[in-house]
Nanobody, 122 residues
C-alpha cells in the first residue's frame, strides 16, 4: 500500500508555470506506475499524464502535450508534474495516483492523493 500527498498547487496567471509534487510513503514506490488527473466541479476526473514505474515511458492527454511534463524520482519517492504555459482551462483540482504495476497505465489507478487546487487567472 502507498499513501500519496500532493503539493505545489496555487494561483498563477495565464502563461505561467507550476510544478506539482506527489510525495509517496509506504512500500516500494518504484514498483508503482503513477499518474496525474484533474477534475473540475460537475465534470468527471480526467487523465492528464502517466509514467511507468521506472520512468521509462510516459503518456499525455492531448490537452497536456507540449506544455506539461511528468517525471519521478524514485530515490526520493516523489513524482512531479511540471506545467508550463498554463491556461485558464487548466484550472482544476489535480490528483496524483498510483497502481502497483511496472507498465504505464492511463486508468484504473488504485491509490489516490487528496488533491491540490490549481487556479489559472486570465
Amino acid at each position: 500500500q502507498v499513501q500519496l500527498v500532493e503539493s505545489g498547487g496555487g494561483l498563477v496567471q495565464a502563461g505561467g508555470s507550476l510544478r506539482l509534487s506527489c510525495a509517496a510513503s509506504g512500500r516500494a514506490f518504484s514498483a508503482y506506475a503513477m499518474g496525474w488527473f484533474r477534475q473540475v466541479p460537475g465534470k468527471e476526473r480526467e487523465f492528464v499524464a502517466g509514467i511507468s514505474a521506472e520512468g521509462y515511458t510516459t503518456a499525455y492527454a492531448d490537452s497536456a502535450k507540449g506544455r506539461f511534463t511528468i517525471s519521478r524520482d524514485n530515490a526520493k519517492n516523489t513524482g512531479y508534474l511540471q506545467m508550463n504555459r498554463l491556461k485558464p482551462e487548466d484550472t482544476a483540482v489535480y490528483y496524483c495516483a498510483a497502481l502497483p504495476t511496472s507498465v504505464l497505465v492511463t486508468s484504473d489507478y488504485q491509490y489516490w492523493g487528496q488533491g491540490t487546487q490549481v487556479t489559472v487567472s486570465s
